[in-house]
Nanobody, 114 residues
Framework: QVQLVESGGDLVQPGGSLRLSCAVS????????MGWYRQAPGKQRELVAQ???????NYADSVKGRFTMSRVNAKNTVYLQMNSLKPEDTAVYYC????????WGQGTQVTVSS
């Protein structure tokens, strides 16, 4: 079955950096566009970054210029490099498909606080 396993979240100070990973199994990973989503307390889940099968990326305005999404098809893994983190980036981060929805993983908590 499809499994998404996110990791890399942590408590970090404002201005800091984190790199999130999402390992995917149970699908032919290379044929799917993938996205990073986040859900802050009391808010709806939102898409913050996406990457196509070919590697082209798009970002929400709130993270553009600070976050970079990448993928390594040989490892069935997507990454999210997050720089210049702000308190408003605090959320649980998930990966999932674009245009298709797989069962959600457990997510990884990112907390940006001094």
């Amino acid at each position: 079955q499809v499994q998404l396993v996110e990791s890399g979240g942590d408590l970090v100070q404002p201005g800091g950096s984190l790199r999130l990973s999402c390992a995917v199994s149970g699908i032919i990973f290379s044929i799917y566009g993938m996205g990073w989503y986040r859900q802050a307390p009391g808010k709806q889940r939102e898409l913050v970054a996406q990457i196509s099968r070919s590697g082209s990326t798009n970002y929400a305005d709130s993270v553009k210029g600070r976050f970079t999404m990448s993928r390594v098809n040989a490892k069935n893994t997507v990454y999210l490099q997050m720089n210049s983190l702000k308190p408003e980036d605090t959320a649980v981060y998930y990966c999932n498909g674009i245009g298709i929805r797989f069962p959600w993983g457990q997510g990884t908590q990112v907390t940006v606080s001094s």
